[in-house]
């Protein structure tokens, strides 16, 4: 298969995880016979800094013009602590996503076995969690319109859905749940929005189309709750763009690091691969970025393009860097192993995945040699 991929590394730590991910496409492209191609281009601070817009014309015609995108991460300092900076890296991220009609957010959130005594939770809570939230991402709260009085002393945001933006989204959750345990948990608000309510009536009609898969409603506090209470009650969540955005970051301690959570965002034409993280500008060049959520990002790229077989590659050989311990600090604080050791690691055993014998006592990571 031949894709053309849109990179855009974006700021802080972006650029250093979107290398690894796209050492680890190339892997697969030579072990698969694929021909995967790349066009990098500006997002966020950085393009601020080079062309006064946090989305350049030349970026978002270079992402038109792609099969898919693969996204790094996006903010800086500079405007993160500025509340009243007029143009801001994340402005560029929101202009994308609408100007690309992503209205749909994917994140899958897994317990690894190897992991489960880094989270801050009970290891009995979380082990065996397993789910993937789909939040919509195109409307809502952060589209609405916005409004400030001229003497700054009243404000309002407005959310607004339609029934269709609700129907797209939801019929994508069910046939999710259908592939995996037939269960589907709707997040909302509805005892006291409007939107909500809506939201209720237009999921409850479509779940009559899938049998099979349960519906479960949740208030969006007392799903907060459950996520750190009872997380393998979860399989497919689905609820509205500020809740998701809020639920999906929480969800990240049962992993043990933020560093893990991959993310699609897909449309009826286009898709954004990224991990979820921040920019994490603290930790710019110092290596110790955990590179595993944009490379299992780069594996849900795949599976798009119904390439099954070399993402569960990607995920096996990024599995494996975990079960051996092969991990950055966020995960192993006293590990010596780099942003880039953990690439070439996953890189290395999808080449050599027949040939491998692993275990942590002999392997040299980074010189091209992993008996």
């Given at each position: ?127 065996g969690a397993d789910m993937v939230i789909y939040r919509e991402l195109t409307s809502g709260i952060y589209f609405g319109k916005k409004y400030l009085s001229e ?13 269709e933006e609700i129907s797209r989204i939801t019929h994508e959750a069910f046939k999710a749940a259908e592939k995996r345990n037939n269960k589907v948990t709707l ?185």
């Amino acid at each position: 298969m031949k894709l053309n991929i849109a990179v855009l590394p974006g700021d802080g730590i972006g650029p250093e995880v979107t290398n690894q991910s796209i050492k680890v496409l190339n892997a697969i492209a030579e072990k698969f016979n694929h021909q995967f191609t790349y066009k990098h281009a500006l997002m966020g601070a950085i393009a601020i800094d080079e062309t006064g817009e946090p989305l350049p014309q030349k970026t978002l015609d270079i992402c038109l013009d792609s099969d898919a995108i693969l996204f790094g991460a996006i903010g800086d300092p500079k405007y993160d602590n500025n509340p009243n900076a007029k143009v801001r890296p994340e402005q560029g991220l929101l202009a994308l996503r609408k100007a690309l009609n992503l209205y749909t957010n994917i994140r899958p959130v897994k317990a690894y076995d190897a992991l489960l005594d880094k989270s801050p939770l009970k290891e009995q809570i979380i082990k065996g969690a397993d789910m993937v939230i789909y939040r919509e991402l195109t409307s809502g709260i952060y589209f609405g319109k916005k409004y400030l009085s001229e003497d700054g002393t009243k404000a309002s945001d407005d959310c607004a859905y339609t029934e269709e933006e609700i129907s797209r989204i939801t019929h994508e959750a069910f046939k999710a749940a259908e592939k995996r345990n037939n269960k589907v948990t709707l997040v909302d608000k509805a005892n006291v929005l409007e939107t909500s309510r809506l939201w209720r009536k237009v999921v409850s009609n479509i779940a009559k189309e899938y049998p099979s898969v349960e519906l479960d409603f949740l208030f969006v506090d007392n799903a907060a709750m459950q996520m750190i209470l009872n997380p393998k009650q979860f399989d497919v969540i689905l609820t509205e763009n500020m809740f998701g955005d809020i639920i999906s970051d929480e969800a990240s301690v049962i992993g043990g690091s933020i560093g893990l959570l991959a993310s699609a965002s897909t449309g009826n034409d286009k898709a954004l691969f990224e991990p979820i993280h921040g920019s994490y500008p603290q930790a710019k060049g110092k290596g110790i970025a955990n590179p595993i959520a944009s490379i299992l990002s780069s594996a849900m790229l795949l599976d798009h393009f119904g390439l099954t077989e070399e993402a569960d590659v990607i995920r096996e050989a990024s599995e494996k860097s975990i079960e051996l311990g092969i991990c950055t600090p966020d995960l192993i604080p006293n590990s010596t192993y780099t942003t880039t050791n953990v690439g070439e690691f996953i890189e290395e055993y999808i080449t050599n995945i027949n040939e491998l014998s692993l275990n942590s006592d002999n392997m040299e990571v980074g010189q091209s040699t992993i008996i």
